[in-house]
């Protein structure tokens, strides 16, 4: 299975006969609400809000919905709202998290504690998802949120946590680009030589249900075209699902290019812990968050 687009993603998330229980922290957000009312009126998700009781039902009444119909848990304190998150998690009253009105050190502080957190064996990290205009299905991209320079074993750990997160929504072996400035092999540039090594680590089975390739380059990833002139052959060539990149400052730069000169629409969750966790920027708008709602509903299902 391959997803085409988000509204493939959702549409396919309708169908499901269950519906996944979201725990918003600091609920008391306009666009965080309105992202939220979304997921919820097209049957992705249950929500359960955390935060300031009178503001957030001002905040739904001002978006003309009857706070009725809504879970509240009366929690002003925002780290304590974290803490409640967790906790209806571990109680399985909720399936993921998502980030309302609280700083983000506040909230990844109580799903890490080391007693009462979300921590499991492997690293966290951050995966953003789009939908390009030519591009013919959705492109997973990791890590370009959290992990600055990543060695080559939290490189292996970052791959898995995509991997684990694709299967659960219905891929079988996704095709894995190790992203690299070129397709050779250089010591001079250590991502090319990590490339070879996760290459290697997938055919072992040491990566477990994925097919990785690399060093690659982003054109010949994304053109057959250029891939023939250069002599390059590949089963991820314009077949990619997900993209390895280098280092935080090329997965940011490649996301934003993506967003904001490629006409892309974008969702990023986080991966590596208990639950997939909806995490994004205060400058994402209430679409980037709903589209990461449903990513992160949907990673949920099978408690990734």
């Known amino acids: 299975m391959e997803i085409k687009s988000f509204d493939h993603l959702i549409d396919n998330m309708k169908s499901s006969t269950t519906k996944s229980r979201i725990a918003v922290v600091s609920a008391a957000d306009d666009h965080t609400l309105e992202a939220v009312i979304k997921a919820r009126?097209?049957?992705i998700i249950e929500p359960i809000l955390i935060g300031d009781l009178e503001k957030i039902e001002n905040i739904l009444l001002s978006l003309g919905e009857n706070r009725d119909e809504y879970d509240i848990i009366d929690q002003k304190d925002d780290i304590l709202s974290a803490q409640?998150?967790?906790e209806l998690i571990h109680e399985n009253k909720a399936d993921f998290i998502m980030k309302g009105k609280i700083q983000t050190g506040?909230?990844?502080k109580a799903v890490v504690d080391r007693e009462k957190g979300l921590r499991t064996d492997n690293i966290m990290s951050h995966m953003a998802i789009f939908e390009i205009p030519n591009y013919?299905?959705?492109?997973?991209?990791?890590?370009g949120g959290m992990n600055i320079s990543p060695t080559l074993e939290e490189k292996k750990q970052i791959i898995q946590n995509s991997v684990n997160a694709l299967k659960s929504m219905g891929?079988?072996?996704?095709?894995v680009s190790v992203l690299c400035a070129v397709e050779t092999i250089n010591p001079k540039m250590q991502e090319t030589v990590d490339a070879v090594e996760l290459k290697l680590?997938?055919?072992n089975n040491e990566i477990k249900d994925c097919i990785i390739d690399g060093p690659i380059s982003y054109d010949?990833?994304?053109?057959?075209?250029?891939?023939i002139i250069k002599g390059f052959k590949s089963p991820v060539i314009e077949n990619t699902d997900l993209v390895l990149v280098p280092n935080i400052a090329s997965g940011n730069i490649l996301g934003k290019t993506l967003l904001y000169s490629a006409g892309a629409k974008?969702?990023?969750i986080i991966l590596g812990a208990k639950v997939p966790i909806v995490l994004t920027s205060r400058g994402s708008t209430s679409e980037e968050k709903f589209l990461s709602i449903a990513i992160s509903a949907s990673a949920s299902s099978k408690n990734i």
């Open 220 to 227: 010949l990833m994304m053109s057959k075209k250029s891939a």
């Open 106 to 108: 506040d909230l990844l």
């Open 41 to 43: 009126k097209s049957d």
């Open 266 to 268: 974008m969702a990023g």
């Open 171 to 175: 891929y079988k072996r996704p095709k």
């Open 201 to 203: 680590a997938s055919e």
């Open 84 to 86: 409640k998150a967790v």
């Open 136 to 143: 013919h299905k959705l492109l997973f991209v990791t890590d």
